[in-house]
């Protein structure tokens, strides 16, 4: 009987993460209004918005 709940209880609480998650389809995406940093190495903080891998 341990054994058995030993399995069952992890394999439920499992399921039930899996069951109450939602979709990824789902996901909502947030516009972002502004960037700080306390310094910079010459990549300022205004480089993560504009989209370019090579500014970062």
């Known amino acids: 009987m341990r054994r058995t709940l030993a ?3 992890p ?3 499992l399921t039930a993460g899996l ?3 939602p979709p990824a389809s ?7 209004g502004g960037v700080i ?3 910079d190495d010459g990549n300022v903080p205004a480089n993560t918005l504009d989209g370019d ?3 970062r």
């Open 37 to 39: 940093a306390s310094s």
């Open 7 to 9: 399995v069952a209880v």
């Open 19 to 21: 069951a109450a998650a």
């Open 11 to 13: 394999l439920a609480l």
């Open 53 to 55: 891998l090579a500014t």
């Open 26 to 32: 789902a996901a909502t995406s947030l516009p972002v």
